[in-house]
């Protein structure tokens, strides 16, 4: 699903974000990525759905070399991944049908698929009787279901997500974690920067360690620390 070949990030200035990372993910995995701040947790999702590109190395998504995408080219990558991140980033003016159901127009969905699969995803993270509320009228942990909803609504080979409870209390976090876990239980491919070690340790999958941009360690069925 996902391969990486020597790929090294230098930011300008001269901050080295990743070092040299060869790296696999199969499709259906769940995948923690974790390190102090600072590691190059945000710079790996961030290379995952193009929001940077290598300095050196190859990325492949499903066997394409999405280093060399051309600008038109990333929506239709984007289309196949869901983003969840820590502050949510949900549209304030927008209803929670409205958030999940604008990620659907961003890739010109019908309005018949819309309105088909909307109600039936915020049921999947149970906030459908929450469908008309704002995002000022959620607590964290709803906002962040809501987020889920939107990652989800396309039916994406991939989500990932960076840092998801970081902003919720431990009762919420777990919530979180374990719609991830029934979503990966369906088929999709699970990625997640966290610092939860907490969550990391009892969740047992498996881990991938970054110290100061290098790869140190990948252990199936691992915990947060060595």
């Known amino acids: 699903m996902i391969e990486m070949y020597g790929v090294t990030k230098i930011y ?34 961030k290379l995952i759905f193009r929001e940077e590109v290598p300095t050196r190395g190859q990325i492949f998504f499903a066997g394409k070399n999405i280093s060399r995408l051309k600008r038109r080219e990333v929506p239709y990558l984007r289309r196949r991944i869901g983003i969840v991140f820590q502050d949510f980033r949900l549209l304030p003016e927008k209803t929670v ?97 966290t610092h939860a070690r907490e969550l990391v340790d009892s969740m047992k999958k498996r881990v991938i360690q970054l110290e100061k941009g290098s790869l140190v360690r990948d252990e199936e069925r691992g915990v947060y620390g060595k």
Do not use: C
């Open 12 to 45: 300008p200035g001269g901050q080295v974000a990743l070092k040299d990372i060869n790296l696999k993910i199969s499709k259906g995995e769940f995948v923690f990525i974790v390190g102090p701040s600072g590691a190059g947790k945000s710079t790996l999702i």
């Open 97 to 193: 049908y409205e958030n999940v159901a604008f990620a659907m127009e961003v890739v010109e969905a019908s309005y018949k698929d819309i309105k088909r699969k909307v109600p039936q995803t915020l049921e999947r993270v149970g906030l459908l009787h929450k469908a008309n509320a704002r995002p000022s009228e959620l607590s964290g942990g709803e906002q962040q279901r809501v987020a889920l909803a939107r990652a989800l609504v396309n039916n994406p080979d991939i989500l990932v997500a960076d840092e998801p409870t970081g902003n919720l209390d431990p009762d919420t976090s777990w919530d979180i974690m374990n719609y991830l876990d029934d979503i990966n239980k369906r088929g999709t491919t699970i990625i997640v920067a």
